[in-house]
């Protein structure tokens, strides 16, 4: 099977292949469920910068019928291969290029961040760079210090 272009298009065939091997429906792999059992093998050739999903065993596919966003996890949906040429974000409008690439930047940033506290010897703290978070699409300060934890 193979995945081209952006990450709906690479989640599409990922899902593909798992159900051309298995059967039923896309809401039978949803989370919780863990699908490690091969599907056909998935080559992925992205033509954004943004989703990785040329390298991720996971999908997301939006059941239409009730417009939600299911996320699909396991080994199942990890490409065999990935053909990852930067050229081919050249072949897409220069806005879709620099919105893929600040959404990897951003990927890059958010997994250097951890979101629990730090334990110092004396109090927990949150690092500086998960201190400012976005909730439920406002921005939301968390507090510089966490209660004290008793052992």
């Known amino acids: 099977m193979v995945g081209f272009g952006g990450g709906s298009p690479m989640d599409t065939a990922k899902a ?3 159900l051309a091997v298995h059967g039923g429906q896309m809401p039978d ?3 919780p469920h863990v699908q490690d059992a091969p599907g056909l093998p998935i080559i992925a050739i992205p033509t954004t910068a943004g989703t990785g999903s040329e390298a991720t065993r996971f999908t997301i596919i939006t059941d239409e019928t009730t417009d939600e966003k299911m996320l699909c996890a396991g080994l199942a949906y990890l490409p ?3 053909l990852v040429d930067y050229e081919l974000t050249l072949t897409k ?4 290029t620099a919105d893929t690439a600040i959404d990897s930047l951003t990927h890059a940033i958010e997994a250097m961040c951890p979101s629990a506290p730090i334990r110092s010897p004396t109090r927990w703290r ?3 760079c998960a201190r400012s978070r976005p909730i439920c699409g ?4 968390i507090p510089p210090t966490a209660p004290s934890a008793r052992n």
């Not at 409008?93 to 879709?96: A, E, G, K, N």
């Not at 406002?138 to 300060?141: E, G, P, T």
């Open 126 to 128: 949150w690092p500086r």
């Open 29 to 31: 792999y949803k989370a």
């Open 138 to 141: 406002a921005s939301a300060r």
């Open 80 to 82: 065999v291969a990935a």
């Open 93 to 96: 409008p220069m806005r879709l």
């Open 16 to 18: 593909l292949a798992v």
